[in-house]
């Protein structure tokens, strides 16, 4: 079996079957990561750029250990520090870095579809680790991958994405995703946090009352609030976020069922969950995070099944 695309640009690209195959490998590789030895030798002899224009902990690291659990070759690059600053530009950067025989890049750049532009330049396979507002695809397949862990289905599956859907890319992968897979989306979060006509777009529900969103789901996915991307004043304070969507350990016991916690992290502690709850039985937090270093060996294993030799 093969992905049905030569990159990972974003789950808009993907049909089901390519989901569901890189959730079936990623299985695999989590029995592997089990043993004594967590290593294996599928990517032996090839060499992978983590090329970094922004911030990242989780993404880095797990693409990092992926690769090295498939013995690839790695090479980690970071915008500051690098000729960037010098004013050299993103081609120019990567076709460097290419001119010394790299097969793969995996890619993370504040500008909304700076991978795609690479796709059309370079021949390397390219991976999108997460793109501006616009994507972020191996995060929806974690995110996918542990809800799946957790209910055994997505097909019916009822999921809310809680807080500030307008700047998240999580929040636009796990809904293509979700939906793509026979999920239940509802979207929940103020108004100025929520796109005009999303349900419509998307085919997700809205819903603006915090407890209802959660008395409907079985799966809460909590995002950040992204200040670095707001440029004018959608909500008047933090204090006021958490007041009115934040969720308390109270808030989860006032429920008439038990829900999963999920979050992509980093958490605003305080702000979108509470650390009782955060740290909490029903937080599966750490598991995604662990679950993310499977599902990214599979996504790098699979799409070097795919790739040309230059
Ligand atoms: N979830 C996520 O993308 O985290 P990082 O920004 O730390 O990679």
Avoid at 62 to 80: C, V
Avoid at 120 to 141: C, F, M, R, S, Y
Avoid at 162 to 176: C, F
Avoid at 210 to 220: G, I, Q, S
Wanted: glycine residues 6%.
């Amino acid at each position: 079996m093969a992905l049905s695309t030569r990159h990972l640009l974003g789950i808009k690209d993907l049909i089901p079957e390519d989901i569901q195959l890189i959730l079936d490998t990623a299985k695999q590789f989590k029995e592997v990561l089990q043993r004594p030895i967590k290593k294996v030798p599928s990517l032996r002899d090839v060499t992978i750029v983590n090329l970094f224009y922004e911030n990242s902990t989780r993404t880095r690291i797990s693409f990092e250990l992926a690769e090295k659990r498939l013995s690839a070759d790695t090479i980690n690059f970071s915008a500051s520090g690098s000729s960037v600053s010098k004013g050299e530009t993103l081609l120019d950067t990567v076709n460097n870095i290419l001119s010394m025989k790299v097969d793969m890049v995996v890619m993370r750049h504040s500008a909304s579809g700076a991978p795609h532009f690479l796709a059309k330049h370079i021949p390397a396979a390219i991976i999108n680790a997460g793109d501006g507002v616009n994507e972020h695809p191996t995060q929806a397949l974690l995110d996918a991958f542990s809800i799946l862990e957790k209910t055994g289905s997505l097909k019916g599956a009822r999921i809310a994405l809680i807080g500030d859907i307008m700047h998240s890319r999580v929040a636009q992968s796990n809904i293509y995703l979700l939906t793509k897979m026979g999920a239940e989306v509802t979207v929940c979060g103020p108004p100025t946090l929520i796109p005009k006509y999303i349900d419509q777009a998307f085919n997700v529900h809205v819903e603006y009352d915090l407890k209802k969103a959660l008395e409907w789901c079985d799966v809460a996915n909590v995002l950040r609030i992204q200040l670095e991307r707001q440029n004018t004043v959608l909500f008047s304070s933090l204090r006021e976020y958490n007041l009115v969507y934040g969720i308390s350990k109270k808030l989860l016991q006032s429920l008439k069922k038990e829900i999963t916690i999920m979050h992509p992290g980093p958490i605003n502690r305080g702000v979108e969950l509470d650390s009782d709850v955060a740290d909490g039985k029903q937080s599966i937090i750490l598991q995604q995070v662990e679950n993310g270093v499977a599902v990214r060996m599979a996504v790098l294993y699979l799409l070097a099944g795919e790739r040309n030799s230059y």
